[in-house]
């Protein structure tokens, strides 16, 4: 009778699972050795990765950008497979947009004399947090008030990346010149605009790190973070051009789609003489619809947020459940909410037009939280998002970025509530009559004069917080966490059982996503090199046992 084949199956048809079943099915030596199955409990592949279409406009709901493109195995291909370059326009075509209008709470555009000179601090402390500034880059006061903060915060009980830049802030004020006293901005004084411009680059982080605040973000985990050389970019066709091309290799049939697991038996013993007899495979998974499916290995590539609610879950996803060194490493580690607002202006809103210019960059600093000169017409929930723009210099989409607390907010807000609360904003940003002579962007040519004539036609937001198949978007490093817990997240169960080549029944359950990835989590590269990872260990283990 012919040897029974291991049955592989890959829970998560995103970038992790898709890239591990390609590199099980490519590889020359394996290609007839594994059975292997993908199973996905949503309607589409892709995971975190999803392009869309919004005003004849690509635009991604979920993972964007290439994060440099030297050494990238997504840039790779992208070229490979032709995905950079399309007749279709979409999402930041041209880049990052160039000139952005910084305004202020109730109408005030900011002089670059106010913006830059914090701008450029705010730059250089975050440089100087990557490690990515050099000593002549900075001048010696602020090289002094540099190390001073970050030993201080190193010192401090819970080093925050929030607690280095509120340090950093605070002792801006110390070493600054002083400087001829604003006047024109109304209730603004030069120290609260330029708070309010660091806080608009504090509110650009939030999303990067997907943390609803940054006092949560572990300071350390940044020396190990690392990003690829070369330009940020997006995908001409579209991110999910990338996924299609990585699972169009695996025969039909291969990913089975509306099939969502809900636990996951594993034998964390030695199996008896009598199983090992009757050749059981060791894992069995029960699905939603009350089908059981038995396999030699699972690699389980749901995300943070997923495992997070398996382990408070009475029932639990893992039966037995999880070791505690992982369920201790799953409750410590971060994993937030980020999500996309897109609107479309309607037709009649023409920013094409001869006589019309485009629609700004805008960048919008509020009052502090506990200001008495806040604008009631701003929504809570917009007032941490720095800026709405379109996703090209002449679309007629903008875009806002939204996380934590406002994302999940944002989620589940009406469309019409959604216009409202984004034309209010607005609205309470543009220069007023009294301050007119302040702008120098005529900004009534665009038609969005105090928000009478700002008009939208479809709202298209992700969802990735509520959505039972993700609970958010992607990991970080909380503070009492480290890189220790996503090495710990990443090893495969039984534990120490991995190298012992008489196992009955090694490797049974395997873990890969971007939060198994150590310097490269909260990125689709990072969960790419994780799939090849798990795939390679199975490998590995076959080819030294002679199978």
């Known amino acids: 009778m012919a040897a029974k084949k291991p049955r592989i199956v890959i829970i998560g048809a995103g970038m992790a699972g898709l890239t591990a079943a390609n590199k099980l099915y490519t590889n020359p030596n394996s290609k007839e050795s594994f059975e292997i199955c993908v199973v996905e409990g949503g309607n589409r592949i892709g995971g975190r990765i999803n392009t869309s279409e919004l005003g004849g406009d690509l635009i991604e709901m979920g993972a964007t950008w290439i994060h440099g493109i030297e050494n990238s195995p997504i840039h790779k291909i992208a070229q490979e497979i032709h995905s950079l370059d399309s007749d279709q326009p979409w999402e930041f075509m041209d880049g990052f947009l160039d000139d952005p209008l910084t305004l202020a709470e109730n109408g005030y555009e900011l002089n670059p004399s106010v913006v830059n000179p914090i701008s450029s601090f705010f730059d250089k402390l975050m440089d100087f947090y990557h490690g990515n500034v050099g000593e002549e880059e900075l001048s010696k006061e602020e090289k002094e008030c540099f190390l001073k903060i970050s030993t201080s915060n190193c010192a401090a009980e819970k080093p925050s990346l929030g607690s280095f830049l509120q340090r950093g802030l605070d002792a801006y004020w110390g070493f600054k010149k002083e400087e001829e006293e604003l006047k024109g901005y109304g ?90 007899g009757q050749d059981i495979r060791p894992v069995k998974l029960h699905f939603t619809d009350g ?111 939204f996380a934590g607390k406002e994302a999940l907010e944002l989620e589940s807000l009406e469309d019409e509530e959604i216009i409202n609360g984004v034309t209010s904003t607005i609205s309470s940003f543009l220069p007023n009559s009294s301050s007119d002579e302040m702008c120098n962007v005529n900004l009534n040519s665009v038609g969005i004069r105090n928000g009478r004539e700002l008009k939208f036609s479809k709202v298209l937001k992700s969802k990735w917080g509520k959505d039972p198949l993700f609970l958010g978007s992607y990991s970080y490093v909380a503070v009492g966490s480290s890189g220790d817990d996503l090495d710990t997240l990443a090893m495969p169960l039984p534990q120490n059982t991995s190298h012992v080549s008489n196992s009955p029944h090694p490797l049974q359950i395997l873990f890969a996503g971007e939060a198994t990835h150590r310097t490269f989590y909260s990125t689709t590269h990072g969960a790419y090199f994780s799939g090849i990872r798990e795939a390679n260990r199975l490998l590995q283990h076959y080819q030294s046992n002679g199978v």
């Open 187 to 276: 209730s603004w004084s030069r120290k609260s605009l330029e708070e309010a411009v660091f806080a608009i680059r504090e509110s650009i982080q939030r999303p990067y790190t997907s943390a609803d605040d940054l006092f949560t973000v572990d300071y350390k985990a940044e020396s190990e973070y690392q990003m690829f050389p070369g330009e940020e970019i997006t995908i001409a066709k579209g991110y999910t051009s990338i996924i299609e091309s990585i699972a169009s290799v695996l025969p039909v049939g291969t990913i089975k789609l509306g099939k969502k697991v809900t636990k996951i038996e594993w034998q964390p013993n030695s199996p008896s003489e009598m199983e090992i």
């Open 291 to 401: 089908s059981v499916f038995s396999a030699d290995h699972v690699i389980v590539t749901v995300s943070l947020g997923v495992l997070k609610a398996g382990i408070r879950e009475s029932s639990g996803m893992f039966d037995p459940p999880l070791p505690n060194s992982k369920i201790e490493a799953i409750s410590r580690l971060g994993y937030g909410v980020v999500n996309k607002l897109f609107l479309e202006l309607s037709p009649t809103h023409d920013t094409a037009s001869e006589h019309s210019r485009k629609f700004p960059f805008l960048v919008m600093a509020c009052h502090r939280p506990d200001s008495e000169f806040r604008n009631p017409k701003i929504p809570w929930w917009m007032r941490k998002t720095a800026s709405i723009c379109p996703i090209y210099e002449k679309s007629s989409v903008l875009f806002s970025w």
